[in-house]
């Protein structure tokens, strides 16, 4: 496995999504510890874990993976700040210690409407909060790993280079990108690793002349061990209820390791 960048890094991330209550997630919580504090090595830097429980969390999340390598994220933001009733700040995120924010994803996109012009709006107020934007994005059907990674991109282009920032990619490096097929969501298999080898590829090479070849792009969707050594020039792992279970987080983690070497 090859990775991109004079300071390679994996990402390996959780969504809980809203499949834990309350309690469950501070249990949960409390084992995603244990995992971390299991594996000094990550203090080098070389793999950033994060984790990013549902809202009512977020407090308590925080004080739990205090002093750890992990990021805390969000799994939504508003598209912008004043009288959004039901709706979460991203400045409100920062204070609560987030650091990261998914956006963007087909859940949301499917759902609740979201389109590109609101996933701008949010990746905006994500900024400019200082938090960073795990911006998700892929394509509905399988074709060829030629249209997927075209796909992407233009919707990589609409978010983060798009109006009114006037076409600019100047911040796109202040991202993180989740390769999600949607068609691999909730499968009880990962999309495989040729596959997404050769859409990320894909991207990266679109992406380079805009000076964003280098972006970290990592994969999510049923996404379990075994499956990141497999991978070329992919930057980590966005994983889903299979590490609801905190020692096959543990495990890709262990992977992740292994494959990022010594710092």
């Known amino acids: 496995m090859t990775h991109t960048g004079t300071t390679p890094q994996l990402y390996i991330g959780v969504s809980t999504k809203m499949y834990m209550g ?3 997630s501070l249990r949960w919580l409390e084992q995603v510890r244990a995992e971390l504090d299991a594996r000094p090595a990550l203090a080098a830097g070389r793999v ?3 984790v ?3 809202f009512p969390v977020l407090p308590a ?3 739990i993976l205090a002093g750890t390598t992990a990021v805390l994220g969000a799994q939504n933001c508003s598209p912008a700040e004043g009288p959004w009733t039901g709706e979460v700040s991203a400045s409100m995120l920062a204070e609560l210690g987030v650091g990261m924010v998914e956006l963007g994803h087909a859940e949301r996109r499917r759902h609740f409407g979201e389109d590109d012009a609101v996933v701008a709006a949010k990746v905006r107020q994500a900024r400019s909060a200082g938090i960073t934007p795990l911006l998700c994005v892929g394509e509905q059907r399988r074709g060829t790993p030629a249209e997927a990674a075209d796909f992407v991109v233009r919707q990589l282009e609409a978010a983060l280079a798009g109006p009114p920032d006037g076409g600019s990619w100047d911040n796109a490096g202040a ?3 989740a390769y999600e097929p949607v068609w691999a969501i909730g499968a009880a298999e990962p999309a495989d690793a040729g596959y997404v080898t050769a859409v990320v590829r894909g991207i990266r090479q679109r992406l380079e002349p805009h000076g964003a070849g280098e972006l970290p792009i990592i994969y999510g969707g049923s996404a379990k061990p075994g499956l990141l050594p497999q991978l070329d020039g992919v930057s980590g792992l966005f994983l889903g209820r299979f590490a609801h279970d905190a020692a096959n987080l543990g495990r890709v983690l262990d992977e992740a390791l292994a494959e990022a070497g010594p710092a």
């Open 61 to 63: 999340a925080a004080d």
């Open 22 to 24: 309350y309690q469950a």
């Open 48 to 50: 950033l874990p994060f």
């Open 52 to 54: 990013i429980p549902s």
């Open 175 to 177: 991202t993180v990108v």
